[in-house]
Nanobody, 118 residues
Framework: QVQVVESGGGLVQPGGSLTLSCRASGTVFSIYAMGWYRQAPGKQRELVAL???????NYADAVKGRFTVSRDNAKDTVYLQMKSLKPEDTAVYYCIVKYEADKDRDYWGQGTQVTVSS
């Protein structure tokens, strides 16, 4: 049974930094892509950043230049380094995992709250 567990959320002041981590476990299948979505109150869940097995990355325009996604394949772990945080980055951040064996199925973490406020 696949498990996706995030960590690293919290409260940070505007302009500050925070790093999120997400580890997938429970299967021997290779991971195709890992990444992050976020959902703010009253808004739809949106893509933040995604990284594929060949290290291709995709970022939302709103975070380009401020956020960096990376992965440790040996640990089935993805990271999201967030810098120059803004109040509008406040949201629940969800980790997403896609496996090579079934790229159409998405596995989600439970979410971690990021709050940017003074």
């Amino acid at each position: 049974q696949v498990q996706v567990v995030e960590s690293g959320g919290g409260l940070v002041q505007p302009g500050g930094s925070l790093t999120l981590s997400c580890r997938a476990s429970g299967t021997v299948f290779s991971i195709y892509a890992m990444g992050w979505y976020r959902q703010a109150p009253g808004k739809q869940r949106e893509l933040v950043a995604l990284i594929t097995s060949d290290d291709t990355t995709n970022y939302a325009d709103a975070v380009k230049g401020r956020f960096t996604v990376s992965r440790d394949n040996a640990k089935d772990t993805v990271y999201l380094q967030m810098k120059s945080l803004k109040p509008e980055d406040t949201a629940v951040y969800y980790c997403i995992v896609k496996y090579e064996a079934d790229k159409d199925r998405d596995y989600w973490g439970q979410g971690t709250q990021v709050t940017v406020s003074s």
